[in-house]
């Protein structure tokens, strides 16, 4: 576990100061994800378990970045992370992830806008789903949702009674 923790932290990192996470990192966490699991560092999950994880982060994420919602590196960070935890702890790492995502993006929003003008974005945003489009949001002010990523998945992780 501390490797994926490691990478997660470095995701948050390079998140945080670029808002970009590198293809290589998502990459080197799902091989070690399946690849661990295969060899059976991963208890109880197994290869094919992993995989599946694999494709369901991937699958729950994807529409979107197709949405123009999410970022890709986002999308790979997700995926190869639930290789980590199946398919149900991809599923419950979802949920915690959006639950953390929508808290991390509230308050900025409530930080660089107050009030006042974050609930009349808000408000355009449920009218206008365009509006949180990620070629209208500025990269400074994008979401670096490798944060709400890492606290989903290792909530999952560490706490399976969650499951």
């Known amino acids: 576990m501390p490797f994926l923790v490691t990478c997660l932290a470095i995701a948050c990192w390079t998140d945080l ?3 970009r996470i590198p293809n290589g990192l998502a990459a080197l966490v799902a091989a070690v994800g399946v690849g661990g699991a295969a060899l059976g ?6 290869a094919r378990e992993a995989l599946l994880g694999l494709a369901t982060g991937g699958a729950l994420w994807l529409p979107f970045y197709a949405m123009g919602m999410l970022g890709a590196g986002d999308v790979k960070l997700f995926a190869a992370a639930a290789a980590w935890l199946g398919p149900v702890g991809a599923l419950q790492a979802a949920a915690l992830t959006a639950l953390v995502g929508g808290v991390v993006a509230a308050g900025m929003l409530l930080a660089s806008d107050g009030p006042r003008l ?4 808000v408000a355009r945003a449920f009218h206008d789903p365009r509006a949180l489009h990620l070629d209208v949001v500025p990269r400074s002010a994008r979401v670096p949702y490798a944060l709400a990523i890492a606290v989903g998945v290792l909530a999952a992780l560490w706490h399976p009674e969650i499951r």
């Open 17 to 19: 100061r670029d808002r």
């Open 41 to 46: 560092w991963l208890p109880p999950l197994g």
């Open 118 to 121: 974050a609930a009349a974005r």
